[in-house]
């Protein structure tokens, strides 16, 4: 079965800084797609960015990236220039033909003014 | 705001007995899934439904049922509650199944607490 993992239950980062966090997955297929969620504290699942798996570049929106490396599993979160309301859960999600979204266990993101 | 529609926002409810909770996807979209989130256990997919047939199974309990209706909104059944069944509960839509890699977009969720 996928697995997804977030290594870093939490994190902190400067208001203005620059954050990456960490997400790997296991899979044997070769076609699927990446996504990182945000929930604030309203518990409202937020999308933050999606990656195809075909797609070799990385998937950019605004202050948020991801850096795809499909040989090593990993779909890591920069997040440029944090603000207070980048203040959140971040999770990280794969979804397949096979497979509704399998979600990792999140990262608390703390920004400190 | 999502278009992912979800009632009731919160709910209370003693132990043994049954509640549904309801959903309306966003305008066009055919899936509807449903999603659990406890505080140990993250969030868990349910079940999803395609157009009104079950489509796939998650970690659904027996005593959990679900249903899409003709005009797409769900119904999420839950009965013989269970003190550890309180969770945020959430729908999820998206235009076609997970077979197309659409994105899925998420309702603000339904807070069950059972006492």
């Known amino acids: 079965a996928q697995t997804v993992t977030q290594s870093q239950p939490e994190m902190s980062v400067q208001e203005a800084e620059t954050v990456t966090l960490s997400c790997t997955y296991d899979t044997s297929e070769s076609d699927y797609y990446l996504f990182w969620y945000k929930q604030p504290p309203s518990r409202q699942m937020i999308l933050v960015i999606r990656?195809?798996?075909?797609?070799?570049q990385n998937a950019t929106e605004n202050r948020f990236s991801v850096n795809f490396q499909k040989a090593a599993k990993s779909f890591s979160l920069k997040i440029s220039d944090s603000q207070l309301g980048d203040a959140a859960m971040y999770f990280c999600a794969y979804l397949s033909g096979n497979t509704p979204l399998v979600f990792g266990k999140g990262t608390r993101l703390s920004v400190i003014a | 705001d999502s278009g992912v529609t979800q009632t009731p926002k919160h709910l209370i409810t003693a132990t043994g007995q049954r509640v549904t909770l309801r959903c309306s996807p966003r305008s066009g979209d055919l899936s509807v899934y449903w999603y659990q989130q406890s505080l140990d256990q993250g969030l868990q997919f349910l079940i999803h439904?395609?157009?009104?047939?079950?489509?796939a199974k998650g970690n659904i309990l027996e005593r959990f049922s679900a249903q899409q209706f003709p005009d797409l909104h769900s119904e999420l059944n839950l009965s013989s509650l269970e003190l550890g069944d309180s969770a945020l509960y959430f729908c999820?839509?998206?235009?076609?199944?997970?077979?197309?890699?659409?994105?899925?977009?998420f309702g603000e969720g339904s807070w069950l607490t059972v006492v």
């Open positions: 999820a839509s998206s235009v076609a199944t997970h077979l197309s890699g659409n994105t899925i977009y």
């Open positions: 990656q195809e798996a075909y797609k070799q």
């Open positions: 439904y395609y157009n009104g047939e079950e489509r």
